[in-house]
């Protein structure tokens, strides 16, 4: 285990609008709003075509390969995720959203891009005095995060 510790800073509530597309939206936000960390939940809607990483083809295989899942409608989500700067400062997020319609659900990371369907709600709680940082792992090819 590692660990480190931060304070509370701001909170932001934010709206997503339709057609956003989730982790650029909120990359752009923390570079604006000079946030090098934070956690954040939302819910809202997905649109059909958003794309998720649904875990890895096989669990210990080097070098680890992606699976995707393109949703095939709107669909309601819950997500919870982080922000943390890579090693040029650039913040990155890193965010996993349960989406479901009807009985089906899916979850995984939203990095491939997942579209907003009119709406996404997001409360953002900043994190003041991090020295947390995503730094790339070679062998999983991630950039990992060095709290």
Not at 33 to 51: R, Y
Not at 97 to 118: K, S
Request: proline share 5%; net charge negative; glycine share 10%.
């Amino acid at each position: 285990m590692k660990y480190s510790q931060a304070k509370q800073g701001r909170i932001f509530v934010i709206r997503l609008e339709d057609g956003d597309v989730v982790h650029e939206a909120i990359e752009i936000f923390a570079t604006q709003q000079s946030i090098s960390a934070a956690t954040l939940i939302v819910l809202g809607c997905a649109d059909e075509g958003s794309t998720l990483v649904v875990g890895p083809r096989e669990g210990r295989t080097l070098p680890i390969e992606p699976m995707t899942h393109i949703l095939q409608n709107v669909h309601e989500v819950a997500g919870v995720g982080t922000v943390f700067p890579d090693d040029e400062g650039k913040p990155l997020l890193h965010m996993h959203m349960a989406c479901g319609r009807r009985a089906d659900t899916t979850t995984g990371c939203v990095r491939q891009g997942v579209r907003v369907w009119h709406v996404m709600e997001i409360i953002l709680f900043e994190l003041l005095d991090s020295t947390g940082l995503r730094l790339l792992e070679p062998a999983s090819g991630f950039k990992l995060l060095n709290p």
